[in-house]
């Protein structure tokens, strides 16, 4: 059985000319999305930790953890795959296909939730001093939301309606701040992260329902649904590993210090952390143009084609946002204290290592960016898998030994593992193609 929904793509010489035109607009609502999104999170983060204070601003940054597990299960399971496959259809499979992907999102989103409620539930019992057993239903209802809002963005990336994707996250974050500033001026502390989860599942839900409702020509049948389901385990089930392996980092080291040295501690590590991420922006600027590029100079010249762009222009983008990292890190205690508040004081050293440790992931950056030019990208698993047997090993120790440095230094462990790991396949990948074995798989 078929359902469909009108607002399919339009067709003929007038599709032609639109396609093309949201073509040439697709650059500008993606930085455009992508600026509001950074700087919402960015602002979000200031001001629940300005307002609910050191230990509250601890609480939420674990319970995000299972948001932020929710997210990457997401990215790998659905998101990954659509962007790639979605593409390649035309037609009725186009219809066939986004029905499929509705369904997918619909189970996915009820799963997920459910996992992240179960395992607040558990953290009570594991760890009752967190405080997080009573957030499992706000977080289970942000998860829900939020995983509506992603994929509606997402899906309008990828099927080229970026101004679609723009809107979506326009009205959630606009939505979202409006609605925190004004909680945090109204309640301060006493609205707690419950609140906080609330309003944000709030903006996530108006997002989704917008992007929804621009959905275009949808068609619901079971066989074509399974046969896509198929081919997205096909494509994501290696991803899915390392989405886990990634999460592993935040997940150990923050229950970790939450364990040993207390929620202060876990929100002093988040807000430094997000300071220091700010550079994700012109990373992820970076990640916008510099795959496709080295791929080409691969395929037209081989390997010193690769390496002369990488040298002609990454290592000097990457040079420029090192320098950036370590103004962050000489300025450290100024900007914490600056941005969220005299409570904050005393953990400079906190983005020092932070803004250092991401210099590690520069360089880990330029030798995933070439090891995608050579189409190989299973030691990136490797590397993820390796990199979290570290960290689940070595953090409980490292921060019962050195308190919140240990901490630091199972993050940059985790990040120096990966490097080397994707360094020895680089080298690997790259003697081969001097000696003319293993092409350009």
């Not at 209802?141 to 509506?148: D, G, I, N, P, T």
């Not at 600056?338 to 250092?356: E, P, R, T």
């Not at 995608?372 to 409980?396: K, S």
């Amino acid at each position: 059985m078929t359902l469909e929904l009108d607002g399919d793509r339009p067709k003929g010489w007038a599709g032609k000319v639109k396609a093309a035109a949201r073509r040439g607009g697709e650059v500008k609502f993606a930085l455009a999305d992508q600026a509001v999104v950074s700087g919402a999170s960015f602002v979000t983060t200031v001001l629940l930790a300005r307002f609910l204070g050191l230990e509250e601003f601890g609480r939420f940054a674990l319970a995000w953890l299972g948001v932020f597990l929710a997210q990457n299960l997401q990215i790998a399971l659905l998101v990954t795959p659509m962007l790639t496959i979605a593409a390649k259809q035309d037609g009725q499979a186009l219809s066939t296909y986004r029905g499929a992907m509705l369904v997918q999102q619909g189970v996915l989103s009820v799963v997920l939730s459910a996992l992240v409620f179960a395992g607040a539930k558990l953290s009570g019992w594991l760890m009752p001093d967190w405080g997080l057993a009573g957030l499992a239903a706000p977080l289970a209802a942000l998860v829900f939301c939020a995983q509506w809002a992603d994929f509606a963005r997402r899906y309008h990336f990828a099927f080229s309606r970026p101004p679609a994707a723009f809107a979506v996250d326009a009205l959630r974050y606009g939505l979202q701040l409006a609605l925190l500033g004004a909680f945090v001026m109204g309640f301060g502390p006493a609205g707690g992260v419950a609140g906080a989860l609330n309003i944000m599942a709030v903006g996530a839900l108006a997002g989704a329902v917008l992007g929804l409702a621009f959905a275009g020509r949808v068609a619901f049948d079971a066989g074509a649904t399974r046969e896509v389901v198929r081919r997205h385990w096909s494509f994501s089930r290696w991803l899915v590993l390392t989405a886990f392996a990634q999460w592993a980092r935040d997940n150990f080291v923050f229950a970790a210090v939450g364990a040993l040295l207390g929620l202060a501690e876990v929100g002093a590590l988040r807000a430094a952390q997000q300071l220091v991420m700010a550079v994700n922006v012109p990373l992820q600027g970076l990640g916008n143009i510099v795959p496709a590029r080295a791929g080409a100079a691969y395929d037209e010249r081989g390997l010193d084609g690769l390496m002369g762009f990488i040298g002609a222009f990454v290592v000097k983008y990457m040079a420029a946002v090192a320098l950036v990292l370590i103004a962050l890190a000489l300025a450290g205690e100024w900007l914490l204290t600056a941005v969220y508040g005299s409570a904050f004081a005393g953990y400079g050293f906190v983005v020092a290592a932070f803004a250092l440790t991401m210099i590690i992931y520069l360089f880990r950056e330029m030798v995933s960016i070439m090891l995608r030019a050579m189409e190989t990208t299973a030691f990136e698993l490797y590397a993820a898998a390796a990199a979290a047997a570290v960290v689940i090993a070595g953090a409980y120790p490292l921060v019962e030994m050195w308190g919140l440095a240990g901490a630091l230094v199972a993050i940059a462990l985790f990040e120096s593992v990966i490097v080397a790991v994707l360094a020895l396949g680089l080298r690997g990948r790259a003697w081969a193609a001097m000696i003319g074995r293993g092409g350009k798989r």
